[in-house]
């Protein structure tokens, strides 16, 4: 391999800034752990004149080495009069206390700490010493666990801060060394006499990032010798043409999207297949294997059946579900027990109340007979079992869920039906479907009338 001059080297540097319009007067802060990677990072933007503020992390999971990383980066900023920030964790108890993994932990402490360094110093870059060989591992890891579009790019050479606590921080991560190789990285080291670190732990197999380049990595050059090259070019191939699959899929999404409120529909045709299907649901937080659950209950015809994410549930309907964000309901039972009296349910107001006259004089108003109902009264979701003996059919009663599907109510209407229940538990007024009992139904001997009116 023929090994870049370090001019050569600090000019992709150069050229990395020049692309991504990053301007030679801005202060760039820099994750400087005292290993080669970001030894070689922090010299390349000295050598193009770039300012530097240098953050490092004891996250004391290597005892003394790790102290020692923390002395030499002091030592090393003190001698370039290069301003630097430092903390330590016990990252090994915070993880225990969070439930989290080290390599978890670690990366949302040092994100959330970057964050407030940038915010505190009106900083804009924060530069990390990802290069290609770790694209490469990076992109055989989102493979192995699973991927899609966004897990094949890889690392991005600019993108958005994660984890952050606020969500608006308009700083961006910038890694420059991303299109260069290790091979490079300890050639310019060495043309430069440029001191580092070395951390044992990259040795042991003991992190799956590890054992992707102790083990599997080798292997792969056995085959080609440039396989790392070849992936992470492949991540670059993929970031560029990410741009114009997102845009199909924004217009497939909504073109098969319609959202009414609370309620979002999506619309299963002949151009939803189970990877399509993913992408109309990801972005309500359902999983792949929850998608390929529901895709096969829109195929086998199995209506009524129930999902949930984290923060929405979804119902299945013939061709279509139907998805609405999970939230505590307006109340779990209500105690009718004076008139008149209101409540919102969703999207809706129900008012019940009292009339002496017998006729109805709106579309949107129920009459039941009150004479021969006693207060107070129970408002509640329907439940399976629930019965009751409609208007006209006299002697026989009927399910709740039959009334409700022979309606056509489904989805989120169906589950959020309510009964009204009285004294005897007998129900006496159901709704969506605005269905009374016959046993309560006007007669021309009611004096008083308990009226319900939806608003």
């Not at 039906?417 to 021309?444: C, D, F, G």
């Amino acid at each position: 391999m023929r090994k870049s001059s370090g001019f050569q080297f600090e000019q992709k540097i150069k050229a990395f800034l020049l692309k991504h319009n990053i301007p030679n007067d801005t202060t760039i802060l820099v994750g400087l752990s005292g290993g080669p990677d970001s030894m070689c990072l922090i010299n390349a933007l000295l050598a193009n004149k770039m300012g530097v503020l240098a953050a490092h992390v004891n996250y004391q999971l290597r005892g003394q080495a790790s102290d020692e990383d923390e002395i030499f980066t002091k030592n090393w900023c003190k001698q370039k009069n290069i301003n630097l920030l430092n903390v330590r964790w016990d990252t090994k108890k915070m993880a225990s206390a969070a439930k989290t993994g080290i390599e978890e932990t670690a990366r949302k402490l040092r994100y959330n700490w970057f964050e407030k360094l940038c915010k505190k110093n009106k900083i804009q870059y924060v530069a990390t010493g990802h290069h290609m060989n770790d694209q490469a591992e990076t992109v055989l890891l989102q493979l192995i666990r699973g991927t899609g579009i966004s897990g094949l790019q890889g690392i991005l050479p600019v993108a958005p801060f994660p984890y952050t606590e606020t969500g608006h921080l308009s700083a961006k991560l910038i890694r420059p060394l991303l299109s260069i190789t290790k091979d490079e990285i300890d050639d310019y080291l060495r043309t430069k006499n440029i001191p580092f670190r070395k951390d044992a732990s990259n040795e042991e197999d003991m992190f799956s990032r590890n054992k992707i380049r102790l083990n599997v990595v080798p292997i792969l050059h056995q085959i080609n010798n440039n396989a790392s090259r070849h992936i992470a070019e492949n991540a670059m191939k993929m970031q560029g043409i990410a741009p114009l699959i997102n845009k199909a899929v924004e217009i497939f999404i909504s073109k098969h999207t319609l959202k009414s409120g609370t309620k979002t529909k999506v619309f299963f045709d002949e151009e939803v297949n189970l990877q399509t299907a993913f992408y109309l649901l990801e972005g309500f937080g359902f999983n792949e294997d929850q998608v390929s659950q529901i895709f096969h209950c829109i195929a086998q015809k199995h209506k009524s059946r129930t999902f949930q994410s984290d923060n929405f549930t979804l119902f299945t309907l013939e061709k279509e579900v139907e998805i609405v964000k999970r939230k505590e309901e307006d109340f779990i039972e209500l105690k009718l027990k004076r008139l008149p009296l209101s409540f919102k349910l969703q999207d809706q107001t129900i008012r019940f109340g009292k009339s002496k006259k017998i006729e109805l004089d709106s579309l949107t108003k129920t009459k039941l007979d009150l004479n021969n109902i006693q207060l107070p009264l129970l408002v509640r979701r329907w439940q399976n079992g629930d019965k009751m003996q409609p208007l006209g059919m006299k002697g026989k009663s009927k399910k709740i869920k039959d009334i409700l599907t022979d309606k056509k109510i489904s989805g989120i209407e169906k589950q959020n039906a309510i009964v009204l229940v009285n004294q005897m538990e007998e129900i006496i007024w159901l709704h969506p479907t605005n269905t009374i009992s016959e046993l309560y139904k006007i007669t021309r001997s009611t004096k008083n009338c308990l009226t319900i009116a939806i608003i």
